[in-house]
């Protein structure tokens, strides 16, 4: 697994802290208006350009200018949105403009350096004195077309990422690679399922995780041990506990997101309860506890991660429901649990059309016989699990990793034109009629 390099040094990749420190910081345009970073980076987002942000020693700074001409004649200027930030006052910002030829660039002033100290832009840029000899390498003039190809590079690849010693590309199309630093979130995540898609996320490049778990004695103590694994995987886990089908569960999930990572980029719903119980021996309450969970303590949640993630900037995620296959067919002693997958499909369907201008992609995973801890029961009728076998040509009975690839396919920009989606994932079970 790739983990982001964190950022303490300016060849670092930006942390998730440090991106939504940077945002809550202002620059200053040569009118000393005050432009809030955030906005800049919903100016790139809404070109779907990568905001570029070129840290300047001085305005005066004679390599400095030579790297921001070299920038303006470069075919870098289609491709990204370039700000450049200098460390004066504002005054000086058209005059350094027009002395590097007035490129189609911003410009805007940081006097107070807050944010170059948000980014951690500190170490050649403002910490080396004027002296000639500590002059740090992004000045050598050699090394300004390496750097400018760098940023092509960086471009082309689509990720999120901050290199050298002069620049910190930060923004973009959201890529979920190694070089990015998404958040994810996932309901009932402590066993089964949920807890093989952390891992999988934490594999391929999350590196902030909220935990969600029911709380009682043994998902406890099943969440601290993820929140373990996951830190060896280079990934913070928050933890979460509570009965989703509790609308605030679902609230502070999204607010632990927001409060610990400054964003959520992928929510999986995957909590979910099947008491096995025939149609005709149902009592009220397990069906109503069944739906409780399984589809109303979904849609809070989905809703709470939704409205987080139509507000954050760059605006958008991916929101993955784990339904499964009995949202398309039956179940002998599953007619609570089979109305409540088929609505999840439905409902990510719904939502999928009015999130889709936002950003937001819904898809749901169906998946087949998962051997976990809520089927164990019912599989220990031998006859039954043969029979199960038998009817997959895989020949085999599923497991919770099976899930996860699907899961983070989906959450990736590998599948950024998918929404509205199902995917089932059931070792060929369901075609295998005859
Ligand atoms: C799954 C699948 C399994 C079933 C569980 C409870 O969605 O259908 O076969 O045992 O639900």
């Known amino acids: 697994m790739s983990t ?14 440090q991106l939504s420190a940077a945002k809550a910081t202002h620059v200053l345009d040569s009118h000393a208006t005050r432009i809030s970073v955030a906005s800049l980076f919903d100016d790139a987002q809404a070109q779907q350009l990568p905001l570029v942000l070129v840290f300047t020693r001085h305005f005066h ?14 075919s870098i200027l289609t491709r990204v949105e370039l700000v450049i930030v200098g460390p004066g006052e504002p005054a000086g910002v058209e005059t350094y403009k027009a002395s590097v030829g007035n490129p189609p660039f911003k410009f805007f002033a940081d006097p107070q ?35 400018i190809s760098s940023v092509i590079d960086l471009v082309k690849s689509g990720t999120q990422a901050l290199k050298g010693g002069d620049f910190k590309q930060l923004g973009g199309e959201f890529v979920f690679s190694e070089k990015g ?24 490049g999350a590196t902030g995780v909220v935990v969600h778990y029911l709380g009682d004695t043994q998902t406890t103590a099943e969440a601290e041990s993820l929140q373990q694994e996951l830190a060896d995987l280079g990934a913070k886990a928050v933890l979460v506990a509570g009965d989703i089908s509790d609308a605030t569960v679902g609230q502070a999930i999204a607010d632990a997101a927001e409060r610990e990572f400054g964003r959520l980029d992928v929510f999986v719903s995957n909590a979910g309860i099947c008491p096995f119980m025939g149609f005709l021996e149902m009592e009220a309450s397990t069906w109503r506890k069944v739906q409780d ?42 007619s609570h649990y089979t109305p409540t997958k088929a609505g999840l499909k439905s409902m990510m369907e719904s939502a999928a059309i009015g999130l889709g201008p936002l950003g937001i992609r819904c898809n749901s995973v169906l998946p087949g016989t998962i051997e976990t801890a809520i089927n164990a029961d ?57």
């Open 181 to 204: 630093e998404p958040v994810v979130a996932i309901t009932g995540a402590s066993r089964g399922i949920g807890r093989a898609c952390a891992l999988a996320c934490a594999a391929h």
């Open 293 to 334: 969970v399984n589809l109303n303590g979904a849609f809070f949640a989905t809703q709470a991660a939704a409205r987080l993630m139509s507000k954050q900037s760059p605006r958008g995620g991916s929101i993955i429901a784990i339904a499964s296959i009995l949202a398309l067919v039956g179940g002998e002693f599953q």
């Open 4 to 17: 982001a390099t964190h950022a303490d040094s300016d060849d670092a990749l930006p942390t998730a802290a």
């Open 61 to 74: 700074c004679g390599m400095c200018k030579e790297f921001v001409r070299a920038l303006a004649e470069s």
């Open 113 to 147: 350096l807050n944010l170059y100290h948000a980014l951690g832009v500190t170490r050649r840029n403002l910490e080396l004195g004027d002296a000639k000899e500590k002059v740090g390498a992004h000045h050598k003039v050699g090394l300004t077309h390496n750097v």
């Open 378 to 434: 019912d599989l220990k009728d031998d006859a039954k699990r043969q029979r199960m076998v038998d009817r997959h040509p895989l020949r085999r009975l599923g497991r919770p990793d099976d899930i996860a690839g699907p899961v983070v396919f989906l959450a990736s920009d590998l599948a950024k034109f998918m929404t509205g989606s199902s995917v089932l994932v059931d070792g060929g079970c369901f075609v295998n009629l005859q």
